[in-house]
């Protein structure tokens, strides 16, 4: 099972909003176990500070308001043992409880924004 500090900026070790960070840690949780544990996740993010966000192209935008889900912690980007994005993305909505799901060549993104979005960002060869 994961922990909190799991979640933390891996710039800072930080955890910017602990209420969402909680709330994204439980459904982190149950979506480990109705994979079970021959499907091992592993997070490749969390929540970010915006510094590191920044460092990594996520949205920040001022202007418009938008700010990368990972900041608010309300989202990770998640890998699988034995499941490529594909499958893993496939059994994301098989479990029903993440509102954004998005599908990259070698992750997943999964958040809980409160409104249903499905985007797909692989690289097209």
Known sequence: MFKLIDLACRCCDKIGRRQSAKK???VLNRFQKFLGYKYQLT?????R???HNKDVGGVDNPKTGRLSFHVKCLA??????????KELKKKAEEFGEWDGIGIYNTFVHCDIRGYRVRFDKRSKK
């Open 24 to 26: 994204l840690l439980k």
């Open 43 to 47: 997070l490749n993010s969390a929540c």
């Open 49 to 51: 500070c915006r510094k």
């Open 76 to 85: 990770v980007d998640l890998i699988a043992t034995f499941l490529n994005s």
